[in-house]
């Protein structure tokens, strides 16, 4: 009887995929701003770092401006991102890092990391 109710009490904060809730978390965060940089929509991106509301306006464009030309970047050097894939995370503490594969236009990938930080209940890129 002991051994079935720890079994579904360790059971019942795991889902089918293994992950925590702090990692499906971790990894949604990850994925937004993928997804955002992938849509081009860089202001975004910096309105949910953490304190972006204390940033200057200027600082702000700025941040947004730098993101705009990795992408151009990226588009030219091996065209664009064409898909990803979250490999693992590592979380320590208020600290996280996901590992994503990213696939580009030219048929090339590699692993990237996107480090996070949490802000209250919320990750945010660092």
Sequence with gaps: MLI??????IMAGCHRDGLSDEQRAVRAAATSVIERFIGGDFDGIVADMPYAESFSADYRRQLSELLAEHRSRELSRCGGVTGYVVRGDTICGNEAHVFVQVHFGDSTSEEISIPLTRVGDEWKLR
């Design 4 to 9: 079935a109710m720890l079994a579904s009490s």
